[in-house]
């Protein structure tokens, strides 16, 4: 069984987050059930960037990282207060901890920034939120990572994402990467992407 922490802050999208839910949960039920989902915020209550509230299964401070085989981070608005858990000690921790070991770690939009401010992104290739109007993009460059603006980008076990687009493709990856290109065919079939 694949446990992947789904590390939530405030003012992330829902959207985002439920593509995790969503895809690795269809697996753990109609695919070959070896992915579970946990849900962990720094606060009791979370609020989304459209106002939506949300209650994490766990806290940070109340699990073992040891217990994950892979992180997921859904990105947020910054008018929403995400980067104030997104850029925290306690988010940065998790971050490191995973790559340190190699794990997957999928994030989408702009949470590839909590990645590039851990360190992690340096001289590797990614992505973020690339919409023309938008300097998110030369925000993680600043941080020294490569850009590659392409709708996901996968280095290594670290995969990026340019939008709330390609929520559920990373979503899929992530399947893919952690049980099979079959498996995850088979989860997309049967929840309608084929």
């Avoid at 802050?9 to 697996?27: C, K, P």
């Avoid at 590839?112 to 939120?129: C, E, F, M, P």
Wanted: glycine content about 6%.
């Amino acid at each position: 069984m694949s446990k992947i922490l789904l590390l939530l802050a405030n003012g992330f999208e829902a959207v985002e987050a439920s593509v995790f839910t969503d895809v690795l949960g269809w697996n753990k039920w109609e695919g070959d059930g070896s992915t579970e989902v946990v849900t962990v915020g720094l606060h009791e209550e979370l609020q989304c960037t459209w106002n939506f509230t949300v209650t994490p299964e766990k806290l940070l401070h109340e699990i073992n990282f040891e217990d994950f085989d892979a992180l997921a981070i859904p990105g947020g608005f910054e008018e929403a207060g995400f980067y104030e858990d997104a850029f925290s000690d306690a988010f940065q921790q998790v971050i490191r901890h995973f790559d340190e070991r190699k794990k997957p770690i999928a994030t989408i939009c702009v949470a590839s920034l909590a990645l590039a401010h851990s360190g992690i992104l340096q001289n590797r290739k990614a992505t973020t939120y690339n919409h023309p109007t938008s300097k998110r993009l030369e925000q993680l460059q600043s941080y020294g990572a490569i850009i590659v603006n392409e709708r996901i980008v996968q280095t290594e076990h670290i995969i990026t994402s340019s939008n709330p687009g390609t929520a559920f493709e990373v979503a899929f990856l992530l399947l893919s990467n952690l049980t099979s290109i079959q498996n995850k065919q088979k989860i997309k079939d049967l929840m309608g992407f084929n």
